[in-house]
């Protein structure tokens, strides 16, 4: 039960005519008690991409931000942490930093 969660903020939020950036950054700020510059990336974001994470908590805790989001028309989801950059696409080198693809071309002849 003490397992990290995500909050993400889904981009379906913004469907409804009332539902706006600012409307659903000052929420996240309330609710979240999330610095309103962040609020507001992340709500851009949500809107542009489709999705963004709003951050980690136990399940318990996110449950309830959540619930404390959707009074408020917003659109989220709590799902199980994730950590990625497990996957061999994903590797990282000797020195724990994200590998590139960009300086791993191979020129095939």
């Given at each position: 039960?003490?397992?990290?969660f995500h909050i993400l903020l ?100």
């Open positions: 039960m003490d397992d990290p889904m981009g379906s939020t913004f469907e409804k005519p009332k539902v706006s950036v600012p409307y659903v950054s000052s929420a996240l700020n309330y609710v979240l008690a999330m610095p309103i510059g962040e609020a507001k990336e992340l709500s851009q974001f949500a809107q542009d991409e489709g999705m963004s994470c709003l951050g980690t908590w136990s399940r318990e805790e996110c449950l309830e931000k959540g619930k404390q989001l959707q009074v408020r028309d917003i659109v989220c989801r709590v799902v199980p942490f994730c950590e990625g950059g497990q996957r061999g696409w994903q590797a990282k080198d000797a020195d724990g930093a994200k590998s590139s693809n960009a300086n791993n071309n191979n020129n095939f002849a």
